[in-house]
């Protein structure tokens, strides 16, 4: 097990990132119904968009996104 400073970075990174979605979630909700429907009842959608949204955002080297790559 790797004990040096930041080795949960990604795993903190993740659920921070989780935690920003669902409160995206609520925020959209009344606008955006049949999505807020999928998130919360489909766990296969919620997953999907949940993996999504972390593989677009986490970013441990800070480099720029580019045309869908990192």
């Known amino acids: 097990m790797d004990a040096s400073p930041g080795c949960d970075a990604p795993k903190t990174a993740r659920l921070e990132s989780n935690h920003v979605l669902s409160a995206v979630m609520l925020k959209i909700m009344t606008n955006n119904i049949e999505l ?24 441990k080297e800070s480099k720029p996104f580019v045309g869908g790559q990192k």
Not at 36 to 57: E, P, R
């Open 36 to 59: 807020y429907k999928q998130y919360s009842g489909n766990a296969d959608f919620k997953k999907w968009l949940s993996d999504m949204v972390f593989i677009l955002t986490y970013n």
